[in-house]
């Protein structure tokens, strides 16, 4: 099964596309992608390729996929997972919960969280105890501490968004610019379905808010407000 997945890949590979996307995730030295390799797959190809497979590949065999540096393998991988994870049944959602946590490690670009977090860990939280995404707050990896706010993403689509306002503040002076996007755009997710609830956050600690985060949050504001926070000028009515 691996075999065949690895030829797909490999036959939508584009060296070009390749070096671009090496550039774009950051994978120079001491930068935050370092050491990642890329093929030069779309994500819509990768899909495609998962959708064929997923069905009938083992988690060992996710396992294997994950242990690759290179990225598109990760990444149909990781795509496959939540696939396998939108068609099972409880008992096999939290056998992927755990394999997902368990290999975080692997889980190491923005866009494999994206992809994977909200419809992993945060749909399987849903009806469940939520310690484990103030854990994730608290990590010293990167992409556990963004796994932690996107998970909340499936909360936010679902209308709740206790567990966002509480991440934003733990996190709203954390200093990757990764984690400072993440925590705004979440904000602004929340916006788009209860403003009042961004807005009510905002009013109270954007004026210590990492800029980044600040300017994610308020993308869709009236120009107007806009300035006005990011001038801290703005005074609730």
């Known amino acids: 099964m691996i075999k065949k997945i690895i030829q797909e890949l490999y036959k939508k590979a584009h060296p070009v596309k390749a070096k671009i996307l090496a550039r774009f995730f950051k994978t120079g030295k001491g930068e935050y992608g370092e050491g990642d390799k890329f093929l030069g797959i779309t994500v819509p ?3 495609k390729i998962a ?4 069905q009938n590949i083992s988690l060992n065999e996710i396992k294997m996929l994950l242990t690759s540096k290179i990225h598109e393998f990760r990444l149909t991988a990781l795509i496959m997972l939540t696939y396998k994870y939108k068609k099972a049944n409880e008992e ?4 992927y919960f ?3 946590l368990k290999n975080t490690k692997s889980i190491n670009n923005w866009d494999m969280v994206d992809l994977t977090a909200p419809n992993i860990v945060g749909e399987y939280l849903f009806n469940k105890d939520r310690e484990i995404i103030y854990k994730l707050t608290k990590s010293k990896n990167l992409w556990e501490k963004r796994i932690a706010i996107l998970s909340t993403y499936a909360f936010i689509r679902h209308g709740q968004f206790d567990d966002i306002i509480k991440v934003a503040k733990i996190l709203i002076n954390d200093q990757h610019d990764l984690i400072q996007k993440a925590v705004g755009w979440m904000l602004r997710e929340t916006g788009k379905r209860n403003i009042k609830t961004e807005e009510e956050f905002l009013q109270k600690n954007y004026r210590k808010m990492g800029r980044t985060a600040l300017r994610y949050a308020i993308e869709k504001f009236p120009e107007k407000k806009r300035k006005l926070y990011l001038n801290n000028l703005f005074k609730p009515t």
């Open 51 to 54: 959708k064929d497979y997923y």
């Open 98 to 100: 755990e394999f997902y």
């Open 92 to 95: 096999e959602r939290k056998q």
């Open 45 to 47: 190809e990768q899909r």
